[in-house]
């Protein structure tokens, strides 16, 4: 077990209780606000990083699921108290505060269950909460929620409350008669039945009081009233009250079992309330690190120190209950651990007591589980003792001084002192002499640094500046002052002793020049010197500041073009993606046009009679579909560099239409592309070669010799984007129609004629078998019928003979 932290008696001025009582407002339970107003630091390194790991999961947790389930948990400990005596008997009240405690064990599982993925120990914490459903549910079916004994608590309860409800109930009965006597107005007061000391009385009148028999109870403070419990009722009204004795000693019973049910319960329901009180401690821990926005300090191993935009939290806290406050000016403290004593100097109220304090109090939270407010990057080390002397000290009483009372405190430190020590000293060596109170604040510096204490000190004496410059284990710090306003800037600057600027203030509040100048006169020659090396270290320093920030504000601008030109290059490129993908849909919708007005014409002609005119006209339509890719392909995108001529034989991709293809021929700037079933005409810049086909041979003119199929052109037929259909490859020679109904016969047969026909084809031949012979007069029906067929014949012997028949088509 690792010792407990020794901090200095009341603090030593660094107000650790203030920032327990922010700590506790964060708390949502008695046991929780508890807990952390008696927080006292840890020392063990592992100790303290497990704590700010769960203040870090329950930070996650609150961010993913919310805050927990702490509502209406009650304080109870005073009953868990009184049922650790033996025989004591806890009342009903206190009793049923217990239920929502228990009922608390159950939402707070599940939320343990819901933050399992982010925070696995807390979810395991809560996990094992101790639950007592049975005594949770004995102490429910015993108690409402006003902490009255139920009728079910007991069957024997049950019978005597209903006997006090009967008695009670004729009781009243056979009083109210009284009202319905002939002389009642003028014997009661009122008409109504009341109680007076547990019996049930009537109000009569005082000068009424001979007619009516009875016991006289209580009198009304006019005098005029009397209330007297008539004595034809006494036996009933006895009975009531023996009734309501048995129900007391009968709710003595229960309270009695229900009081040894949780003193039986103790051990489990004394660590649901540890545990309750210490998850919520925890929380509060991370609710007050969101809201200060505070960082997961690094405990290091190393005796280095280093809190970058360190905050004081009191401070902090203030500028969250002034509207309007002043912002908090962060502050950077640094200390390292070959050179352990800081030593800061500068003017009054330039912020050397705040630095002081925020390095206390960050170590004292650190070392407590809590998140520090300061920037990411924040180590520490593990401290075992904090001594602070800050702000005066005298005392009147004890007959102590200012420099008395310090000296007081200076003694314990350096009697307790050891290497895990941080000791922080305000205005060390004032009180005093100068000679002497820097003679003595030396040599306190020097014995700290020997026995390996980090100290920081603040100060106004000139010999221990020199002193922080030369000791190996010291170094200089100063908080910086705005010489031209006067007006501390709260900021640190390290290897630099810091300047009072006394004489430069009491000139600014309106001290006369001539005493400034004869102080000035007063000063040393070489105090004089340093201050005026002091001026223009400070001058220097204001100057590379404001070349600093000239070449922040540079890089801030160049950042800003930077990102702006890369947002206009990613807006082009959006552009560019954009209006691709626009031609390609147009490219698409085109194909999708040329497709179907083919689709129509070939089923115009399978409907039509297939007249020349009517063949023509398909053709006209045909050139017009044509011309209009033509045109959509003219003012297409050029592909991109490097893409090459295309050649016959090279495999293309059209990219304004989406189309891949083979090239059949080129024609200057023209290329004739097959894609499928549609042959097209485009220019060579729509063109992207995606393989290279064979090198093209020179191909024989045209002569008797050449039997390939020419294409047909109509009259008009334009020589831009040409669709054709398919060639003689496309169409087989034959069909074969064998095993189909004469009507699937027809269909097919008079689509495979167009086709051919379309192709080029001279002649068919047509394969029904000889069968029933109904197959071959369907054939000869539809032939005899076609425009397109010239003449037909059976097959020869080499042809099918019976089984087939030979078209002819026409050829103009």
Not at 279 to 287: E, K
Not at 437 to 443: D, K, N, R, V
Request: charged letters at 25%; glycine letters at 8%.
């Amino acid at each position: 077990m690792s010792p407990a932290f020794r901090l200095s008696a009341g603090g030593g001025g660094l107000e650790w209780p203030q920032v327990l009582a922010l700590l506790a407002r964060e708390a949502r339970t008695p046991m929780g606000r508890e807990r952390a107003a008696a927080t006292l630091p840890l020392t063990d390194p592992d100790a303290i990083r497990g704590a700010l790991g769960e203040t870090r999961q329950a930070r996650a947790a609150m961010v993913q699921t919310g805050v927990p389930p702490w509502e209406g948990i009650p304080d109870v400990r005073p009953t868990l108290e009184t049922a650790r005596v033996p025989g004591s008997v806890a009342e009903a009240a206190d009793l049923a505060a217990l239920i929502p405690l228990l009922e608390a064990a159950g939402r707070l599982l599940a939320y343990g269950r819901a933050i399992q993925p982010v925070a696995p120990d807390l979810a395991e914490a809560l996990a094992g909460f101790p639950r007592q459903t049975e005594l949770a549910d004995l102490l429910r079916r015993s108690l409402d929620a006003d902490g009255q004994v139920r009728d079910e608590a007991a069957p024997a309860l049950r019978r005597v409350r209903q006997r006090i409800r009967d008695l009670r109930r004729d009781l009243v009965k056979r009083l109210e008669a009284y009202f319905a006597a002939p002389n009642a107005d003028t014997t009661f007061q009122e008409r109504y039945v009341t109680v007076r000391h547990g019996r049930y009385v009537l109000p009569i009148r005082v000068e009424a009081k001979s007619r009516l028999r009875g016991i006289v109870h209580d009198r009304s403070q006019s005098g005029a009233t009397l209330f007297v419990e008539p004595e034809a009722v006494v036996e009933a009204n006895n009975d009531l009250v023996q009734a309501a004795r048995e129900e007391e000693t009968e709710i003595l019973r229960i309270l009695a079992a229900l009081t040894d049910a949780v003193r039986a319960a103790l051990p489990e329901l004394d660590d649901l309330v540890a545990g309750i009180g210490g998850l919520d401690l925890i929380f509060a821990r991370g609710a007050l690190a969101e809201r200060m926005e505070a960082v997961e300090p690094v405990i290091g191993d190393e005796r280095d120190v280093l809190l970058p935009g360190a905050l004081n939290p009191l401070l902090l806290a203030q500028s969250w209950a002034a509207e309007g406050g002043r912002p908090v000016i962060p502050m950077d403290i640094e200390i390292g651990a070959a050179r352990p004593v800081l030593v800061i100097t500068g003017p009054n109220a330039g912020g050397k007591t705040v630095a002081l304090k925020t390095l206390g109090l960050l170590v004292l939270m650190a070392q407590s589980g809590c998140h520090v407010p300061a920037r990411t990057g924040a180590r520490l080390p593990a401290f075992s003792q904090c001594f602070a002397i800050v702000g005066d000290e005298q005392s009147v009483a004890e007959n102590l001084s200012t420099f008395s009372a310090f000296v007081k405190q200076l003694r314990e430190i350096l009697e307790r002192v050891d290497a895990r020590s941080l000791v922080l000293l305000d205005e060390l060596g004032a009180g005093t002499d100068p000679d002497d109170g820097a003679a003595l604040a030396q040599a306190v510096l020097e014995n700290l640094a020997e026995r390996g204490a980090v100290v920081v000190a603040s100060t106004h004496l000139e010999p221990l500046k020199g002193f922080a410059s030369t000791h190996p284990r010291a170094r200089n710090a100063s908080v910086e002052f705005d010489p031209e306003r006067l007006a501390p800037t709260f900021r640190l600057v390290y290897d630099r002793p810091g300047q009072s600027y006394a004489l430069s203030i009491g000139a600014r509040l309106g001290l006369p020049a001539a005493l400034i100048e004869r102080a000035h006169a007063h000063r040393s020659t070489q105090q004089r010197q340093l201050q005026e090396l002091l001026a223009r270290l400070d001058d220097r320093d204001r100057q590379d500041a404001e070349r600093g920030a000239q070449i922040e504000r540079r890089e801030a601008e160049s950042a800003g073009l930077l990102a702006r030109a890369q947002a206009e290059l990613e807006a082009a490129r959006a552009s560019a993606r954009e209006t691709v993908a626009r031609a390609k849909a147009e490219a698409q919708r085109l194909v999708t046009e040329v497709r179907r007005h083919v689709n129509e014409e070939w089923d115009r002609l399978k409907r039509a009679e297939k007249s020349r005119p009517e063949l023509e006209g398909a053709r006209k339509r045909l050139v017009e579909t044509a011309r209009k890719v033509e045109h959509t392909a003219g003012a297409a995108e050029p592909a991109p560099d490097g893409a090459g001529p295309a050649a016959a034989g090279d495999r293309v991709e059209i990219t304004h239409l989406g189309l891949k293809g083979d090239v059949l021929g080129v024609d200057g700037e023209t290329v004739t592309v097959q894609a499928g079933a549609v042959t097209v005409k485009v220019p060579m810049q729509a063109l992207r070669v995606i393989l290279r086909g064979p090198s093209p041979q020179p191909s024989p003119q045209r002569g008797e010799g050449d039997m390939s199929p020419r294409p047909r052109r109509g009259r008009g037929q334009g020589e831009g984007a040409r669709i054709r259909t398919p060639g003689k490859s496309a169409v087989a020679v034959e069909v074969n129609i064998i095993g189909r109904t004469t009507d699937e016969a027809r269909d097919l047969l008079e689509k495979y004629l167009d086709d051919a026909f379309l192709a080029g084809l001279t002649s068919v031949r047509i394969i029904h078998g000889k069968g029933t012979g109904a197959l071959r007069r369907a054939v000869e029906e539809v032939l005899s019928a076609h425009p397109l067929v010239a003449e037909h014949r059976p097959g020869a012997p080499s042809e099918g003979g019976g089984g087939a028949t030979v078209a002819t088509l026409t050829q103009d």
